[in-house]
């Protein structure tokens, strides 16, 4: 058995079962992605569209893509007729533009809205009280081309636990607040997104249904 797929396997017996793995298979190979899927794993994130493209063509037709990096408007395209979810949903304009996409494609996609919640300027994503806002409005209303199936976020990058956890706690704050007030009969809005290798524990405590691992399953980036 591959490393690969010995660590594919290792995860999944670990993860609880209503925890969504998202095998990060940036930087990555064709050849490192087929050594997952052969273990049985076939939800892949990628965040360039261009490297999605160059690989998704020499892969099985069942695999769940997942896009999780900044994604520029003129990108979504490429990547709306068959991605699975797009995970980093950090604007109105980037929305928009997906649910446009998704309808000349004849689709409905799954997103997640991305919330800030790093202390980092570094980070994309909506605030709190934009995604009020949004709610409140009547933007999303002829918007029938997207599903809003939960949040996603990213901690800041910092070796502090206790900050980690606070900002995934905020995360499952938001999320539930925002369920509560307008999703509460909706049954797919249900995901948080967020924890990678180095704290998808702490974000499976806060509340995290999907962790985000890529050197935990293809080893570390050079």
Not at 70 to 91: G, R
């Amino acid at each position: 058995m591959s490393d690969v797929a010995s660590n594919i396997l290792q995860l999944k017996n670990e993860l609880p079962a209503h925890v969504k793995l998202v095998a990060v298979s940036k930087t990555k190979t064709v050849e490192d992605i087929f050594e997952a899927y052969n273990a049985g794993h076939k939800c892949f994130g990628e965040n360039k569209a261009q490297e999605l493209l160059s690989k998704k063509g020499f892969l099985p037709c069942d695999i769940e893509w997942h896009f999780i990096g900044h994604l520029q408007t003129n990108k979504v395209k490429l990547i709306v007729p068959f991605v699975n979810m797009i995970q980093s949903v950090d604007s109105v304009k980037l929305l928009t533009t997906i649910n446009n996409e998704a309808a000349k494609a004849g689709r409905v996609v799954n997103c997640l809205l991305q919330l800030y919640i790093a202390e980092e300027e570094t980070k994309f994503g909506f605030a709190m009280n934009e995604l009020t806002s949004l709610f409140e409005s009547e933007t999303l209303d002829s918007m029938n081309n997207i599903r809003i199936c939960g949040l996603m976020g990213m901690a800041s990058f910092t070796d502090n636990v206790s900050q980690v956890r606070k900002e995934f706690a905020y995360l499952k704050e938001c999320f539930d607040k925002l369920k509560a007030e307008y999703f509460s009969n909706t049954p797919y809005f249900k995901e948080v997104s967020t924890g990678m290798s180095s704290d998808y524990k702490i974000a499976i405590e806060a509340g995290s249904t999907m962790v985000r691992i890529g050197s935990m399953v293809f080893g570390e980036r050079f």
